[in-house]
């Protein structure tokens, strides 16, 4: 599966035009209630503002993209935000962009514009990066199989949590186009008995 593009950390740009103040913030987001989580922290750590626009693409099956307004004239705010992002081909990221009104109308141009500076502000503030997809998988076996699991995903460095209770469970974020492999060459090395959810 091919890689993508995203951010990997946040990154905020602030502005003011014609009194209203800006701020431009975008976030890796890897599902959309992990956006809309992000939305609301944004909403609740300025009670105050006037608007409280946003936008994500999410990377799911198929490609999750909303925007909204908050408020703003239709198609002047949230659709210029989204349609920076898709332009820097970025997923799995959300962005908002707070509004201080400041007492001047910026007129539907003006709010395009600063709502697009406030996205590429912010992109420019943080590193854009390639990514391979990767899922979750959850591996389960007993203590007899489990030195056998261990041994493999070690060989395949990939990241695990191993829970020793009643049965040993692995759990691990697998690159998507390795996960067929991966979960054959555990049920050939378990004889079957190994459970995989992911």
Known sequence: MASFRTVDRPGEHAFERRKSQFLGRIEPARTVPAAEQAIDAVRAAHPDASHVVAAYRIRADPLREWSNDDGEPRGSAGPP???????????NVVVTVVRYYGGTNLGIGGLVRSYT?????????????????HQPVTITVTYDDSGTVRSILESETI???AAYEAAVTFDAVVPTAEYDDLKDRILSATSGRADLDG
């Open 159 to 161: 990241a695990f949590d």
């Open 117 to 133: 500076d406030a996205t590429t502000g912010a992109i420019a503030a943080t590193k854009v990066v390639e990514r391979v997809p």
């Open 81 to 91: 935000v989204l349609s920076v992002i898709e332009g820097q081909s970025l997923e």
